[in-house]
């Protein structure tokens, strides 16, 4: 009988241990978590701070009663996991206990970066990333103790604080140390079309500028920003980024950049230790980069697949590419591709009102794609993206044509879209 271990319980966890239990019904499970929640998604939680879903809609896959029965597992939650000894295939709690397997999975996830800024204690601010983050936010806001924020980080997740911030009435600014919305998403038309949209929903923007220090007040903070400038705000929201939780992984057992470094089977530098999620870095198709992708699809793919080669099942997950698909303030935004990319722009639709599209062809075809107001198209423009990056050569199919027609994309730009691929 083969005893196996997942550490973490998110996405990844979840998906590998269900892939696990496919095709090993007698097989040991054994998960460690830090927390007693249920998988859930840290995309969601501003969902729930911004009463907009009820609490039990933050996890999917129903409670962990109903999981750990569903999947025969033995769980230890609000343990923590002080050593990994990869080569023994041995866990290590933080309370001494040690506990050894045949095969281990790290799907230990990632946690909100709140970097220290002077005259902010850490624990003074708020972050956005787990169900308590969530529920501290939205006690704070539905509280009605504060009227003013300050939001460090204008991305998918600050932007959707932004709008919780905003609807309650609280006057809210925005701050980024990147001179544009979305610096890792978007074009530069698109981004400037958003931060109008976003000004015009009465936020301010202080695009291009950090926070510098925070002094405490009776009932606030004085903040002094990089350029000199001060702005008052009695709440302080850190959207900056995240860190992958690998404090317990040795870079001497196993291979870590930013994140564990897997192969397309999940596979680790280590035999028997496997990695899946927002800790470990998997083969990202545009770039041909090993690199993190924190996006929830993503973990899902990897951890069914380290699943199911942790049973010895053939299995492969041969890579995903850069996209933001996200609604806010009344607006979508999609982004597909690494906008870094040059080459030859090509646009449909007006900017300032209805469907938006403007992509970038390089020499090899399509290589991303920005989306204004029509999420329906996504998911062909995606999967068109996905084929040319994958397959390196491609068309878009009649049914898929007849989609991007219908909401509105005329039948040139298709054409142009598709470059050299078209006929």
């Not at 400037?192 to 009932?219: D, Q």
């Not at 492969?316 to 933001?324: E, S, T, Y």
Request: a negative charge; one cysteine or more.
């Amino acid at each position: 009988m083969t005893n196996y271990a997942i550490i973490g319980f998110g996405c990844a966890g979840y998906y590998a241990a269900k892939a696990i239990r496919e095709k090993d019904p007698e097989g040991r499970i054994t998960v460690f978590s830090e927390h007693g929640y249920a998988p859930y998604n840290p995309m969601l939680t501003t969902y729930y701070a911004a009463g907009r879903i009820p609490f039990e809609a933050l996890f999917p896959f129903g409670s962990m009663e109903q999981i750990q029965k569903e999947l025969d597992l033995k769980i230890f939650t609000e343990t923590k996991v002080a050593k990994l000894l990869a080569k023994e295939k041995t866990v290590v709690l933080e309370n001494g206990e040690t506990h050894s397997f045949d095969q281990i999975l790290v799907a230990s996830g990632a946690r909100a970066f709140a970097p220290s800024f002077e005259g902010l204690d850490p624990a003074d601010a708020f972050c956005m990333r787990t169900v308590d983050d969530a529920i501290a936010l939205k006690e704070a806001v539905d509280s009605g103790r504060y009227h003013s924020a300050l939001v460090v980080g204008a991305s998918m997740v600050g932007i959707k604080v932004v709008e919780l911030l905003n609807n309650k009435g609280i006057a809210v600014t925005l701050a980024d140390m990147a001179p544009k919305m979305f610096p890792l998403a978007a074009y530069d038309s698109v981004a400037e079309e958003i931060a109008r949209r976003i000004e015009a929903k009465g936020v301010k923007l202080a695009l291009g500028n950090a926070l510098k220090s925070a002094s405490k007040k009776e009932n606030g903070y004085d903040c002094i920003m990089a350029d000199g400038s001060r702005l008052f705000a009695d709440l302080i929201v850190l959207c900056i980024g995240t860190r992958t939780n690998l404090a317990f992984i040795d870079p001497q057992e196993i291979r870590v950049n930013r994140g564990i470094v897997v192969d397309d089977n999940m596979k680790t530098s280590c035999e028997g230790i496997y990695a899946a999620g927002d800790c470990c870095e998997g083969h990202e198709l545009q770039s041909s980069n090993s690199m993190i992708i924190g996006l929830w699809a993503n973990a899902a793919h990897q951890g069914s697949t380290a699943g199911y080669s942790m049973t010895g099942t053939e299995a492969a997950f041969d890579g995903n590419f850069l996209h933001n698909i996200t609604h806010f303030m009344d607006m979508d935004f999609i982004g597909f591709g690494d906008n870094r990319i040059k080459g030859r722009v090509i646009t449909s639709g007006d900017i300032h009102s209805g469907l938006y599209v403007e992509a970038v062809l390089d020499e090899n075809g399509l290589c991303g794609v920005n989306i204004l107001d029509n999420y329906r198209i996504s998911g062909a423009v995606k999967n068109y993206l996905y084929r040319i990056l994958d397959k390196k050569t491609a068309q878009i199919s009649p049914i898929q044509k007849g989609i991007l027609i219908k909401e509105g994309l005329r039948p040139s730009f298709i054409e142009k879209m598709e470059g050299s691929y078209h006929e």
